[in-house]
């Protein structure tokens, strides 16, 4: 249990912006959070709300220029954004992976997937090729892949999608790391596959003690997999809560209004009862509108909303929302 | 044991490609053209065992015959042994003019693709330059500086390729380089040298191995210019574009000496063209069936 009070990585006041044609993008404005050892953390947000960029800045993997990454990342104590190229790339894929949305495209078509897994073995553990080799077979029994021997020798196009999603597990666990962001694991796969997904990340988290971002925006996974959610709305961090308290009690508008647009089934389904929506869309990087970001859409809004940009209100441990009605 | 499977699975790949080829007779004819080019100057000194400079002056500009198959030249030298000799030079050169442009184009091209900035436009503004005139005028351009001869030649020529090369590498490299898979590469942590030998360049290589036979083709072409235009490789050393161009003076009393020269031009060019578009047809995942 002392374990689970060290936080892993620390990240404050991260300003992520992209210098464009059009101006000014910014795409992270200000997150918090902290990431403890061996949880789960959701990470929850529609399209383009910075979910990914958040990810993508703490490993550093936006090119710069014309991304600007400010703020501070601090993992194990190390502050990340002052680390050299070389001092980054260590900590790539040896203390903290990624494993992306796409499983198709995210695996390279003229190398096979035992040399693709091996690589980064190779590359931080020092491990000479045979070795590696036998590790990256290893790690594909691990993630259950049927004929660990065979698939390692065969190239991504032989395999399915879910196949190739566990490969990508099993190389972002190669090196032990103790942090993986998962992009939308399971975005791109069938819903059969998805908890097959699911459940194998769960019992990995277990067995190596890795933390885990889970970056989403399916409740469902959610609700399946996090201990504690962060809910992002135009690159800002909008609500924090356990995810049961989040479930049973969601304090912002805009979480309020993506539980709400959930369908429900079984006993609780009301007969007749319409889905629920958020009018409107996610404004576009360029048109932030002033004073709370969600107003526009929010079906609460007041005057105050309008005019002022409500700061957090901390209620509690891991329990903050950016509202003025909570204020 | 992991090689092995390795092999095969490439294998695999290949034969995919080697059907598709073989049933595009245009291709298969330009392959087996160029098949015919190579056992012809490997075997030059077994197919004609003379020397192909020898003169004769009494036999000068005579007609094919039953002893000089293709005729004479003006200085009594067998014209089917110099175009066989002939074929040495220009497969040689044809390989030098290649190794210069893929040795500096790609790894130019790779760089200024992935790289990008500041070096990507000083690459870029020096392709410009370059490619802004047309490759032979390049070339003869740069023999003028030089020099003849067949060292020259090579490097002249070799050199008028290399921007195409690199306009080439760097635009597969901007699609590859945006591939997830390239970003996946770099989370794991690996080193840029490694991303663009193991994860970039494999990806381009078809775009490259059609260009290289295409090229194969033209700079056959750009050294029987030279040659033609007495720039190239020096008499008496047999070369095919020189020979057709001290030909063109006995034109109309022996058209035979310039005539036999320009097929062998001809179908060496052809056979690689062919070769090439086949290659690419073949190689292109797109028109896979």
Request: aromatic share 6%.
């Amino acid at each position: 249990m002392k374990d689970q009070d060290k936080p892993l990585l620390t990240i404050e006041g991260l300003h992520t912006r992209f210098h464009t044609l059009d101006g000014i993008v910014n795409a992270v404005d200000g997150v918090d959070m902290v990431v403890y050892r061996g949880e789960t953390l959701g990470l929850v947000g529609e399209s383009g709300c910075g979910k990914s960029v958040t990810a993508l800045s703490v490993l550093r993997l936006l090119a710069c220029p014309p991304a600007e990454i400010r703020g501070t990342i601090r993992f194990q104590g190390v502050d990340l954004l002052g680390l050299s190229r070389e001092g980054i790339r260590r900590v790539r894929g040896n203390a903290v992976s990624m494993i992306f949305q796409e499983p198709m495209t995210s695996l390279n078509p003229v190398l096979t997937i035992g040399e693709q897994i091996a690589e980064s073995v190779r590359l931080h553990q020092k491990l000479p090729g045979q070795e590696a080799w036998r590790w990256a077979e290893t790690m594909l029994q691990m993630v259950q892949i049927p004929n660990p021997r065979q698939r390692a020798k065969d190239y991504p196009h032989k395999l399915s999608g879910g196949m190739r999603q566990r490969a990508m597990i099993a190389m972002a666990l190669s090196c032990n790391p103790q942090l993986i962001f998962a992009d939308e694991p399971t975005t791109a796969l069938d819903v059969t596959i998805q908890a097959q997904i699911l459940n194998l990340m769960q019992d990995l988290k277990e067995e190596f003690h890795t933390s885990i971002v889970l970056i989403t925006h399916d409740l469902g996974v959610i609700a399946e997999m996090a201990s504690r959610v962060i809910v992002m709305y135009a690159g800002q961090v909008v609500e924090e809560a356990p995810v049961r308290e989040l479930f049973k009690n969601p304090r912002h508008p805009y979480t309020q209004g993506l539980l709400a647009s959930v369908p429900v089934m079984g006993k609780k389904a009301k007969m007749g009862r319409r889905l629920q929506e958020i009018p409107g869309v996610v404004p576009g990087p360029l048109e932030t509108p002033g004073g709370c970001r969600f107003h526009p859409r929010c079906p609460k809004v007041m005057d105050r909303c309008r005019r002022e940009s409500p700061g957090e209100t901390v209620l509690g441990e891991h329990r903050r929302v950016r509202c003025w009605l909570a204020a | 044991m992991t090689e092995e499977k390795g092999h095969r699975e490439y294998a695999g790949r290949f034969r995919k490609s080697w059907a598709k080829l073989k049933r595009n007779k245009a291709a298969l004819f330009g392959g087996a053209l160029l098949v015919l080019y190579l056992f012809t100057a490997l075997l030059a000194p077994v197919l004609y065992p003379g020397s192909p400079s020898a003169l004769n002056l009494m036999i000068s500009l005579e007609k094919p015959s039953r002893d000089h198959f293709l005729g004479t030249d003006e200085l009594g030298r067998t014209i089917l042994g110099r175009i066989i000799w002939g074929s040495r030079v220009s497969l040689l050169i044809a390989l030098g003019v290649i190794s210069v442009g893929l040795l500096l184009g790609v790894p130019l091209g790779l760089i200024s693709g992935y790289y990008g900035g500041k070096i990507d436009f000083a690459i870029q503004r020096v392709t410009d330059m370059m490619l802004a005139f047309p490759g032979f005028l390049l070339a003869l351009a740069l023999v003028a500086v030089l020099g003849v001869g067949l060292k020259n030649t090579v490097i002249s020529i070799g050199i008028s390729m290399i921007p195409i090369y690199i306009r080439l590498v760097r635009g597969c490299v901007l699609s590859v380089k945006e591939q997830v898979y390239v970003e996946a590469a770099r989370a794991v942590g690996s080193k840029d040298f490694r991303i663009i030998v193991r994860h970039i360049l494999p990806n381009v290589m078809v775009p490259i191995t059609v260009q290289t036979s295409l090229g194969m083709g033209t700079a056959i072409l750009f050294a029987a210019g030279l040659g033609f235009l007495g720039l190239g490789v020096q008499p008496p050393n047999p070369e095919w574009g020189a020979m057709l161009g001290s030909g063109r003076a006995y034109l109309f009393n022996a058209p035979h000496v310039a005539t036999f020269p320009g097929v062998a031009i001809f179908f060496a060019v052809l056979s690689f063209n062919l070769l090439g578009d086949g290659l690419r047809d073949a190689l292109d995942p797109r028109f896979r069936i």
